[in-house]
T-cell receptor
Framework: EADIYQTPRYLVIGTGKKITLECSQTMGHDKMYWYQQDPGMELHLIHYSYGVNSTEKGDLSSESTVSRIRTEHFPLTLESARPSHTSQYLC?????????FGEGSRLTVL | AQSVTQPDIHITVSEGASLELRCNYSYGATPYLFWYVQSPGQGLQLLLKYFSGDTLVQGIKGFEAEFKRSQSSFNLRKPSVHWSDAAEYFC????????????FGSGTRLLVRP
């Protein structure tokens, strides 16, 4: 079983602030993903990574950026947060065809 | 276009009653199908998956799902619902290519009456 950790779980910030959502996993999985989920809506893939120094944009356009300097970390950054970024962000890693999800980071931008 | 449809936004059942959640998909390649459950404030937990073989798959917590290729469906079932099953359920489809992108449905919220 994979352990995926996301911090912070909840974040309320003002417009224009820079934020980083952390995601780490302890199982050495190469493939990691970020999904965005609005209340009552499906999950949309915004970023994914095949391994260190590999990142790709997902199906939903996002102003966020990601990095993959180490296998276990896959942080997501918003340089200047806006109210339209208010959402839940879910990180996942993949092994044997299965996605394992973290508990999510719920971001509110005022 | 690839898509997943969960036609029921909300479903309410009585505790002990049977449950079926519907999922239809549109996918060009051989589909790999999943059901996930999400409790409030939590991430998604895999209930079951179908890759190949027997079209009736068993999952955790007493859930099962049946893949019907002719109907492009992968409905989730449980014979007797427990109050702890109240949650949001997501159907997803993907493939085993290198990107392994999962496409999710919009979810069905299950409410359980005591």
């Amino acid at each position: 079983e994979a352990d995926i950790y996301q911090t912070p779980r909840y974040l309320v910030i003002g417009t224009g602030k820079k934020i980083t959502l952390e995601c780490s996993q302890t199982m050495g999985h190469d493939k990691m993903y970020w999904y965005q989920q609005d209340p009552g809506m499906e999950l949309h893939l915004i970023h994914y990574s095949y391994g260190v120094n590999s990142t790709e944009k997902g199906d939903l356009s996002s102003e966020s950026t990601v990095s993959r300097i180490r296998t276990e970390h896959f942080p997501l950054t918003l340089e200047s947060a806006r109210p339209s970024h208010t959402s839940q962000y879910l990180c996942a890693s993949r092994v044997n065809g299965e996605l394992f999800f973290g508990e999510g980071s719920r971001l509110t931008v005022l | 276009a690839q898509s997943v449809t969960q036609p029921d936004i909300h479903i309410t059942v009585s505790e002990g009653a049977s449950l079926e959640l519907r999922c239809n998909y549109s996918y060009g390649a051989t589909p790999y199908l999943f059901w996930y459950v999400q409790s409030p404030g939590q991430g998604l937990q895999l209930l079951l998956k179908y890759f190949s073989g027997d079209t009736l798959v068993q999952g955790i917590k007493g859930f099962e799902a049946e893949f019907k290729r002719s109907q492009s469906s992968f409905n989730l079932r449980k014979p007797s619902v427990h109050w702890s099953d109240a949650a949001e359920y997501f159907c997803a489809v993907g493939s085993m290519d290198s990107s392994y992108k999962l496409i999710f449905g919009s979810g069905t919220r299950l409410l359980v009456r005591p």
